[in-house]
């Protein structure tokens, strides 16, 4: 099976810390993606990258950066957390020929106080 | 803004009857349609997917697809407690690789 591994469950930050949520797919796909979900808002895709070192900007990316320096590992990073990037992050790959069949991560629930 | 619009339901069913989930999507030119199933505090993963008009059928669900009303549904016959679930209608807009998710809807099977 896929697997896609999310370093941390929980995480719970203050205002203004710099957090790194950490994502390891073990199935050599080309595609991943982070997404937030939020109750009522559904998933938003935040940002996603198709090769090693390459990134594209999704719906929402306005706080947050990444880093693909390797293919099988994907990195979200928020400068500068802020309460209202308290939510699920979702972590996703799939194969370059089917990016919509996502296999995601079991999910990271950050907290920002 | 591309949009994906569901129900938030909860939608509640017998067990044994037909559940219906329904989506509505903006995008005329979406190509793509998929459904994920979402258990509570798990993520989600992809039950079915569907690329043309008409009917697609796999075990007990089944995706209809009607691009000229632009809605794409799915049906979940002889529902049993165990697909208590939250359902999340997908639509790719433009053979891109980005998803465009409607928020869910929740579905309670009732013993």
């Known amino acids: 099976d896929v697997k896609v591994t999310q370093s941390s469950r929980y995480l719970v930050k203050r205002t203004g810390e710099k957090v790194f949520l950490e994502c390891v797919q073990d199935?050599?796909?080309?595609?991943m993606f982070w997404y937030r979900q939020d109750p009522g808002l559904g998933l938003r895709l935040i940002y996603f990258?198709?090769?090693?070192?390459?990134?594209e900007k999704g719906d929402i990316p306005e706080g947050y950066s990444v880093s693909r320096e390797k293919k099988e590992r994907f990195s979200l990073i928020l400068e500068s957390a802020s309460t209202n990037q308290t939510s699920m992050y979702l972590c996703?790959?799939?194969?370059?020929?089917?990016?919509?069949?996502?296999?995601f991560g079991a999910g990271s629930r950050l907290t920002v106080l | 803004q591309k949009e994906v619009e569901q129900n938030s339901g909860p939608l509640s069913v017998p067990e044994g009857a037909i559940a219906s989930l329904n989506c509505t999507y903006s995008d005329r030119v979406s190509q793509s349609f998929f459904w994920y199933r979402q258990y509570s505090g798990k993520s989600p993963e992809l039950i079915m997917s569907?690329?043309?008009?008409g009917d697609k059928e796999d075990g007990r669900f089944t995706a209809q697809l009607n691009k000229a009303s632009q809605y794409v549904s799915l049906l979940i016959r002889d529902s049993q407690p165990s697909d208590s679930a939250t359902y999340l209608c997908?639509?790719?807009?433009?053979?891109?690789?980005?998803?465009?998710f409607g928020s869910g809807t929740r579905l309670l099977v009732r013993p």
């Open positions: 990258s198709y090769d090693v070192k390459m990134k």
């Open positions: 569907i690329y043309s008009n």
């Open positions: 996703a790959s799939s194969i370059l020929s089917g990016a919509n069949v996502l296999t």
């Open positions: 199935m050599d796909h080309e595609n």
């Open positions: 997908a639509v790719n807009p433009d053979s891109s690789y980005k998803l465009i």
